[in-house]
């Protein structure tokens, strides 16, 4: 996928968030981006995140609008999903990248969402938004590792990376890594920008970019390769 991706480390719509936030709606090149809000990871409430991401982005100068798909029948409803159409942003709060996986994967939601990409919106996730993105996702309570969507190709995000030591979390990972793979640890608050392997730093904290040879940190403002 060649679209404009956000990768978000977690702790979304707060004070933080504001200049990446702002960045991403002037990325959408529009007076007034329409950012619709999909709070399906948020299992334990998703109308308080609908709530806040709607807030927070029209607060920014954005359009933004909920779109309560919180189950997988919900997903592949033609009259649900039609209200992506006109999407400018389309952006996923956190939550329980489980049951978000399990709702998205061959869904007509996850069709509908790689055609409004290809067709220029951005697609934003933030923890588990963001997990679900890469071509694997670990599940840390089990150190277990599955397939992602691959929307972020070669990637496997690990968010809220500022509680994190990065020389353990290196030994913890290199068995996954490789050529094909890279793992981005994402401070909460701060995001990965890009499409195509490029990626920029925005917000408030660092990314930790770990491949086979090493790890390396990145702070706002400073680019990166993958892939």
């Known amino acids: ?6 990768l978000v ?36 409430g998703p109308v308080k995140a609908a709530h806040d991401g709607v807030t927070h982005f029209t607060g920014l100068g954005g359009n933004g609008q909920p779109l309560m798909i919180l189950e997988r029948e919900q997903a592949d409803d033609p009259g649900m999903v039609e209200r992506l159409s006109g999407a400018d942003v389309i952006y996923f709060t956190g939550g329980n990248p489980n049951h ?52 972020a190709d070669g990637i496997c995000v690990l968010p809220h990376h500022e509680r994190s030591n990065p020389d353990q979390v290196a030994e913890q990972v290199q068995e996954r890594l490789s050529d094909s793979l890279t793992i981005l640890g994402i401070d909460a608050q701060t995001a990965c920008l890009g499409s195509g392997g490029e990626w920029r730093v925005t917000g408030h904290g660092k990314v930790t970019v770990y491949r086979s040879e090493g790890w390396q940190q990145f702070e706002a403002g400073e680019t990166f390769e993958t892939g």
């Open 100 to 151: 978000l996986l399990e709702t998205l994967q061959d869904s007509l939601l996850l069709a509908t969402i790689l055609d409004a990409t290809e067709s220029g919106a951005i697609l934003a996730g933030s923890s588990a938004g963001a997990m679900v993105m890469g071509s694997v996702m670990r599940r840390p309570r089990a150190d277990e590792w599955v397939d992602g969507l691959g929307i």
């Open 1 to 6: 996928m060649e679209g404009l991706i956000a």
């Open 9 to 44: 480390g977690g702790d979304e719509f707060r004070r933080y968030c504001v200049e990446m936030d702002r960045e991403i709606l002037a990325a959408a090149g529009k007076e007034q981006a329409r950012v619709v809000v999909l709070p399906t990871a948020a299992v334990n």
